[in-house]
């Protein structure tokens, strides 16, 4: 007799994530949330309106966060011209000034934000596991999902079918 697949064999903590890894958003609308950046400046789902925006959950001290930054900056580098913005949110247990330090020596080209209390986590689906990644369209809807490293060939694809789009 071969085994089954029973789900409701799945304890109650992993069953979370491994519909969180899934990869899609079910396109909900971006949360409500204040962005404070490295810069002191705030910044706010209302003033991306209109623009594909990636927000990426990371830290400094996650080895996959920092590799895969470099395909960050060459995504952002390659779309910005044409609507597109990336905000990198250090989770709440990097210290600021080792986000700081990365940002500068990395020379990271698009908004970098601390979430020193957890509650941009929080608001965008008790992210957990970095890095994670959104990409919100210019409806402000989350039209996807990943958690861990993105294949970024389908991610250019994607960012190509929503920057098309009108």
């Known amino acids: ?51 594909v925006v ?16 470099p395909q ?3 995504t952002y580098q390659r779309f910005r011209e044409r609507g597109f913005e990336t905000i990198a949110v250090a989770m709440s247990y990097d210290r600021p000034e080792w986000v700081a330090n990365f940002a500068r020596t990395r020379q990271l080209p698009f908004p970098v934000a601390l979430d020193s209390d957890g509650a941009l986590a929080r608001a965008w689906g008790d ?9 919100v369209d210019r409806r ?17 694809a994607l960012l190509e079918q929503l920057l098309n789009a009108s």
């Open 72 to 74: 960050l900056v060459q």
């Open 54 to 69: 990636l927000v990426n959950f990371w830290a400094t001290t996650c080895a996959s966060c920092v590799k895969e930054m």
């Open 1 to 51: 007799m071969t085994p089954r697949w029973r789900p409701w064999l799945l304890t109650a903590p992993l069953w979370p994530t491994l519909t969180a890894l899934s990869g899609c958003a079910g396109g909900e609308q971006a949360p409500a949330s204040t962005f404070r950046l490295l810069d002191g400046r705030t910044l706010t789902p209302a003033e991306w309106q209109g623009r």
């Open 127 to 135: 992210v957990k596991l970095t890095p994670t990644t959104y990409v």
């Open 140 to 156: 402000s809807r989350i039209v996807k999902r990943y958690v861990g490293e993105p294949d970024f060939n389908a991610l250019a």
